[in-house]
């Protein structure tokens, strides 16, 4: 190896350290969550629960909480009343996101549940956090189960992505442009997109062709002059449910609650939030994501070593 690609990373790590203090010195306050009309997919557990608690929390005005598992966001529903004092008016909305009538389905009730008492049926926050993931080697002997597989993680991770934005944006535009009055949709994707491990092949596949679908979106609406911004978050891993159930064994230094590598579920809704609120169109949380992203395309041979590595560890915890 040249000395040249042991010192790029760490100029790309030291550049992305002081990106992260100057983001944090900058933020913007989630009090900017009052008043608006917010839906959130994913919202049963994990992220998606944190995200409805910090809009609740901040006093947003009409939150959807969207996703399969009725008895999981009723527990939601009720914390969510209880942090907003009664303040927001909170709808759960139990569907298939990965059935194209059903993303149609939730925006049309969405905005009935909007207008239902002001008369304000505008889609201020679209929050798409949902997802279906698999974390296993390709079966080689089995082409139509893994094509299968496949076309169920496309139907939810991408497809439910696209039909939902695609239904709720002629409710999110307005005659008026201002910068300083828009709506966004924020679009909740990983780091495996640009770092894939061989486990994570149709996840990845999906959650790249997210990043790329919406930032053509995102130029397609700002050729259109419409005022409704794309925020894409990529996010590492995040200490939810799945990732304590398939994880545990890990050491907690790394892996367990508020730990360097596995940021808290509540800290990630927190940066989702804030990006989406500040109009950004690109973020990566936490820190290391874009470290990691830019040693993948410096040294990509070493990158995916570890990655083999890491692979070869994580389906022996697994699968023990």
Known sequence: MDAIDLIVPIVILLVTLLYRFIYKKTELSLGKLEGKNVIITGASWGIGAEIAYHCALNKASKIIIAARRTSL???????????????????VVTCDLG??????????????????????????????????????RINFSDPIGTLEKTRNLTNVNFIGFAALAHHAIPHMSTLSSSSSNFSTIIVVTSMFAEISLGMSWAYSATKSAINSYFNCLRDQLSHAKLPIRVTIVHLGAVNTEIWKINLSRFPKLWFGSKSFIAKDPSEAADVVLRSGLR???????????????????????????????IEDTLLEEINT
């Open 73 to 91: 966001l009723e527990k939601v529903y009720d914390k969510c009343l209880h942090l907003s004092n009664n303040q927001s008016r909170i709808k």
């Open 99 to 136: 059935i194209e009538e059903e993303c149609v389905r939730l925006i049309r009730e969405s905005l009935d549940f909007f207008k239902s008492s002001n008369n304000d049926s505008r889609i201020d926050l679209l929050i798409l956090n949902h997802t279906l993931s698999i974390m296993e």
């Open 279 to 309: 109009g950004e169109k690109n973020v990566w949380f936490p820190w290391y994501t874009v470290f990691l992203r830019m040693i993948y395309g410096v040294i990509p041979e070493v990158a995916r070593s570890i990655g083999r590595f």
